[in-house]
């Protein structure tokens, strides 16, 4: 029983850090048609964010808070120097994004060294869930996901931002002909979602090693998980999300890590073989 | 507003020799032509003469590769669909393009994003009222196109632009959507540029028609000559 529910706490503290990962991705793909390639980067930037406060001897939790911030400053600047650049020529972006990708990850190796670093984690108890002791940080990360997740969709669904961002993510120049300022949504957009890496990033931090590769290893599953949710809606991401998350990690844990990314992988494949839009938005366009 | 900032015709809509197209292609070969505040312009041509494109380049959708376009006296050549859409143009697209997914309350609200009550929309579409909540996707092709008409009238237009709200529709929907859209221009003072193969419509709702042919304008009548001289109609449409 405690080894089921360990299990189970594992899986879904990945899937939620995933989710905040995927919904980045699909929130820039889906308004601006721009695939990030270099959305791994951003959350690479916001763990070392996080490294360079508590360097500067400041705390964890002002490191947390001042990843999101300043990587999505990073965001505004590139989406001012290069995303607009690249605006409707769908594989530029892909390029365009890469190439960032690669000038930030040689910035950080050029200032920070090759090497990995350590972050330690700030809530270091355990606590006592359905008689298993669980780490009390990994269940720390689970609130922050589901608060930033939950903050989203509230943002899209109860705001007239978020009313915008739908009628441009649905239909972009007829948007832009009713008065809404594209150029503008644009801007915040690739900024909320360069937010949402760095706050992923920062909120990993504890549990993983810092270095300038580790973007990569979260950018293949986000989009594995966009892919398969689907871009209909932003269920799509969270539901892919959870499709790769637990996949993976119940894979890992039951069977052998080994074998964990080819699982993930047939069933990445099979999906978009039965369901080429994605679960969500197919089932969307049925009803 | 001294008549010299409305430019030389004292136009609302000033369009001079417009160039405009898709790819190599040109679809608009040196187009001139003017709309009056208030003044309501049907714009005819056979398909393919480049009506739709026109409306889609002085929405700023398709770029202008050379003329120039005024909007009270402003140059707006090369503005974006938002800054043009700022300035007081709404357009109602071919083929209506709402938002299917989302309900008549909230297309309305895209319309405009600030403020504005639903009061003008509702009071010349009064059926939407009812509907405020349902679906956009659900309604009926004709409440669709009064959608569209509602959603730009939220913005309070000085210029409509209108590309074939007849089509698809039924005859008794288009003359009630030809009665909607005269009362509308009576009472906001809209000036609107109709382009429509409807020519009951047309003729019932233009104070002067605009012929347009490969990407020019051939001709400008006035409806009354066209309502005295239909066979000016007949001749060029069935070119």
Redesign the interface.
């Known amino acids: 029983m405690q080894e089921f529910v360990i299990t189970i706490l594992d899986a879904s503290n990945y899937t939620l850090i995933l989710v905040l990962v995927a919904l980045g991705l699909a929130i820039i793909f889906g308004l601006m048609n721009v695939i990030n390639m270099a959305h791994g980067e951003l959350l690479m930037l916001g763990a070392y964010v996080l490294l360079t406060v508590q360097q500067l001897g400041g705390s964890f939790w002002l490191g947390l808070i001042a990843a999101p911030i300043v990587v999505g400053l990073v965001g505004l600047v590139i989406e001012e120097l290069v995303i607009r650049w690249v605006y409707r020529r769908f594989l530029d972006t892909i390029l365009a994004t890469w190439g960032l990708s690669l000038v930030i990850k040689q910035a950080i190796t050029l200032y920070f060294g090759p090497a990995s670093h350590s972050v330690d984690v700030p809530l270091a108890g355990t606590v006592e869930v359905l008689g298993a002791q669980y780490p009390a940080y990994r269940l720390f990360i689970m609130a922050v996901s589901i608060v930033a997740v939950a903050v989203t969709l509230r943002l899209f669904f109860g705001t007239?931002f978020g009313?915008?961002a739908?009628?441009v993510i649905?239909?972009r120049?007829?948007?832009?002909?009713?008065?809404?300022?594209?150029?503008r949504l644009d801007r915040y957009t690739f900024a909320y979602g360069a937010a949402f890496a760095g706050l992923a990033g920062a909120a990993m931090s504890p549990l993983i090693s810092l270095d300038p590769q580790m973007g990569l290893g979260f950018l293949v599953p986000a989009f594995l998980a966009v892919l398969i949710g689907g871009l209909g809606s932003l269920m799509g991401p969270v539901v892919g999300s959870l499709a790769v998350g637990a996949t993976d990690n119940l894979t890992a844990t039951l069977y052998s890590p080994v074998w964990a990314q080819l699982v993930v992988f047939v069933m990445a494949i099979v999906v978009i073989r039965l369901f080429p839009r994605g679960l969500i938005a197919r089932r969307?366009r049925e009803t | 507003m001294p008549p010299s900032a409305r430019g030389i015709w004292g136009a609302m809509l000033e369009v001079e020799t417009l160039t405009a197209g898709y790819g190599r292609g040109v679809v608009l070969d040196g187009v001139s032509l003017t709309v009056g505040a208030g003044e309501v312009v049907g714009l005819l041509g056979l398909n393919g003469a480049g009506k739709t494109t026109l409306l889609r380049t002085l929405m700023g959708l398709v770029q202008t590769r050379a003329g120039r376009v005024r909007f009270d006296g402003d140059d707006i050549t090369g503005c974006a669909p938002f800054e043009v859409a700022g300035r007081g143009v709404a357009y109602v697209p071919q083929g209506r393009e709402i938002f299917g997914d989302f309900t008549v309350e909230d297309n309305l609200r895209l319309g405009n994003l600030g403020e504005t009550p639903f009061d003008l929309a509702f009071h010349h579409f009064p059926a939407l009222e009812s509907r405020r909540r349902q679906r956009a996707g659900e309604l009926s092709g004709g409440q669709q196109q009064q959608l569209a008409i509602a959603r730009a009238l939220m913005n309070r237009p000085r210029l409509l632009l209108l590309d074939e709200p007849s089509e698809g529709l039924q005859p008794s929907i288009v003359g009630e959507i030809t009665e909607t859209l005269t009362a509308i221009a009576e009472t906001t003072g809209a000036a609107i540029l109709l382009v429509e193969q409807n020519i009951d419509m047309v003729l019932a709702l233009a104070d002067a028609c605009a012929f347009l042919e490969t990407g020019r304008i051939e001709a400008r009548h006035s409806a009354d000559a066209l309502r005295a001289q239909p066979e000016i109609l007949h001749d060029f449409l069935a070119l």
């Open positions: 007239r009313l915008a739908r009628g649905a239909n120049d007829m948007a832009a002909c009713l008065g809404i300022n594209t150029r969307g």
